[in-house]
């Protein structure tokens, strides 16, 4: 188990809605990175929050947004849904610091969105 | 611009057998390079990674990858399968230059070990 968890694990709503997904990052990690993979591909960077503020951005529209809290949670916001927002949504969390050798990104099961 | 191919779809490969899982990247300067594995219904997991120093890189579950820069490859091995390694590898490389966690993924490879 990588410490991360996602909640919920599916979800279905229609175009136009707004929806809110989840994370739990492993304590003691100061990360968090959403990726987006859709069905038959890898996941596809959204962005990244480090102590709290954006970081890095991947090519998504603004719709896609975020926010990471102190207690080591984060939460992924979507407007505007799109047929094509359906897709495997994973939270990764890790620790930034002064050493790469140490890199290692813990992934969470995902969030399943169904766009209706 | 920076990407990761993994030229098969599927790999299928008896156990016991050796088995490989190819990756080959383009990306400029020199990148942190990773594999990944997915079972059904879970997140990634960690299985390797390339920083710096000998090419030849030892993880988890007995996997092993080759580093080679003149080909940019970055191929996952094996020595024996189980028929639990049955799963989706994917091969992900990150620009050593970028302050983030940015990572780009390949479209992964299927791995089927057959008893």
């Known amino acids: 188990e990588t410490g991360v968890t996602q909640s919920p694990t599916h979800l279905i709503k229609t175009r136009g809605q707004q929806v809110t997904l989840r994370c739990s990052s492993q304590?003691?990690?100061?990360?968090v990175s959403w990726y987006q993979q859709a069905l038959g591909q890898g996941p596809q960077f959204i962005f990244q929050?480090?102590?709290?503020?954006?970081?890095g951005r991947g090519n998504f529209p603004p719709r896609f947004s975020g926010l990471q809290f102190p207690n080591y949670s984060s939460e992924l916001n979507v407007n505007a849904l799109e047929l094509d927002d359906s897709a495997l949504y994973l939270c990764?969390?890790?620790?930034?610091?002064?050493?790469?050798?140490?890199?290692?990104?813990?992934f969470g099961s995902g969030t399943q969105l169904s766009v209706l | 611009a920076q990407s990761v191919a993994q030229p098969e779809d599927q790999v299928n490969v008896a156990e016991g057998n050796p088995l490989t899982v190819k990756c080959t990247y383009s990306?400029?300067?020199?990148?942190?390079l990773f594999w990944y594995v997915q079972y059904p219904n879970r997140g990634l997991q960690f299985l390797l990674k390339?920083?710096?120093?000998?090419?030849l890189v030892k993880g988890s579950y007995g996997f092993e990858a080759e580093f080679n820069k003149s080909q940019t490859s970055f191929h996952l091995k094996k020595p024996s399968a189980l028929v639990s390694d049955s799963a989706l590898y994917f091969c992900?490389?990150?620009?050593?230059?970028?302050?983030?966690?940015?990572?780009?993924f390949g479209t992964g490879t299927r791995l089927k070990v057959l008893a």
């Open positions: 304590s003691g990690h100061n990360t």
């Open positions: 390339y920083i710096t120093g000998d090419n």
């Open positions: 929050y480090y102590r709290e503020e954006e970081n």
């Open positions: 990764a969390s890790s620790l930034v610091g002064e050493f790469a050798t140490n890199e290692k990104l813990f």
């Open positions: 990306v400029s300067g020199n990148p942190y």
């Open positions: 992900a490389v990150r620009d050593r230059g970028s302050g983030t966690y940015k990572y780009i």
